[in-house]
């Protein structure tokens, strides 16, 4: 059974905390956070205790860390815990800054110490479904991506103002999924944005709608579009064309039901955003990392993986800034 240390207490903490505590192999052990308050009404629910972070890390008893607090905390954490021999989990991304993700890198290359990075929707069933038909050759060779990611509403510009803007805090699990998908980085991207939806966001100096064609050394192309406002829900939606046929990956809505009449055919709405839409993926997510870890196995979604996401969130905000395409090695 391991022991998990829960570092942050926030909205996306609690969804990690039901994960940690439902899967047989994890119990959690304690809970931090910059308030402390939190952290105890969070370890609460889950019968865990609150403590420091310092006491967490340096507790021995404690097999791994799951890191689900701001991004700028990040690497700092991730080089903290390795050091004293804890394995990790963080969420995405490694850090707003590329230059810093890689010296992170470094160091937590000298200890040794697994290290996963939050990318929750590779876990997704419909998405590995697809993936599985791919690699099993359905399709022949893949050709065309597009990923639509489209939220149902802006978040605050205060925290617009310290997410790292759209690239890196929304996009950037698209350009992850795209590797997953693709099987590899692109050579180039070329990206579009606006501030169409929210004018402080533009004022903020982020964009909230964007479009980014991305090209591979195999001719191959992948399009991306991300919105931060879709009245009708969250709209994640994922299309593969192949040499010999389509994969498409839908929508999960709010129910099953089609209601026909002469009047029209119409069904339900997408689901609401990410805590309905992607709490089994969080959950196996989880289920990776424990089975990894307690079997000394290799984890599905390395340190490598969210730097090589984070290059192309670097090459896609250069390329808005420049209205030119940016190969992702001269970032």
């Known amino acids: 059974m ?11 903490a609690g969804v990690h905390a039901t994960a940690i505590s439902g899967n047989p192999g994890s119990t959690l052990a304690a809970v931090s956070d ?19 972070t310092e006491d967490i890390l340096s507790d021995r008893s404690i097999d791994a860390v799951l890191i689900a607090t ?19 989990l963080c969420e995405k991304p490694v850090d707003l800054s590329l230059e810093r993700a890689r010296s992170c890198r470094e160091a937590v290359s000298k200890t040794g110490m697994p290290v996963m990075i939050g990318f929750n929707r590779r876990f997704d069933p419909n ?47 698209d350009f992850d999924m795209a590797n997953f998908i693709m099987g590899e980085p692109p050579v180039s991207i070329m990206a579009v944005g606006s501030s169409v939806v929210d004018r402080e966001i533009g004022e903020a100096g982020d964009v909230d709608t964007a479009a980014v064609t991305m090209t591979y050394a195999d001719g191959r192309i992948a399009v991306i579009k991300n919105s931060r406002r879709a009245v009708y829900g969250y709209d994640q939606r994922l299309e593969l064309l192949g040499s010999e046929g389509l994969l498409q990956a839908q929508n999960m809505l709010e129910n099953s039901v089609v209601k026909s009449t002469t009047s029209g055919v119409t069904g339900a709405k997408p689901t609401y955003f990410f805590l309905e839409r ?4 969080y959950a196996a997510e989880w289920g990776a990392f424990v089975d990894a870890f307690a079997g000394g196995g290799t984890l599905p979604v390395t340190l490598d993986d969210g730097i090589a996401a984070l290059a192309m969130a670097e ?14 090695e001269d970032v």
């Open 127 to 173: 998405f590995g479904a697809l993936k599985a038909a791919l690699d099993a050759n359905e399709i022949g060779k893949a050709e065309l991506l597009s990923i639509t990611s489209f939220d149902p509403a802006p978040p605050p510009v205060a925290y617009i103002k310290v997410s790292g803007g759209l690239f890196r805090d929304m996009m950037i699990h």
């Open 278 to 281: 992607y709490m089994t993926s």
């Open 2 to 12: 391991l022991r998990i240390g829960l570092l942050g207490a926030g909205r996306i």
């Open 315 to 328: 090459a896609a905000t250069r390329s808005v800034q420049s209205g030119q395409p940016v190969r992702v």
């Open 70 to 88: 701001s991004t700028d905390t990040h690497s700092d954490l991730i080089e903290a815990a390795t050091a004293v021999g804890k394995a990790v």
């Open 34 to 52: 910059h308030f402390p308050e939190n952290a105890k009404k969070l370890a609460a629910q889950y019968g865990s205790v609150a403590r420091s």
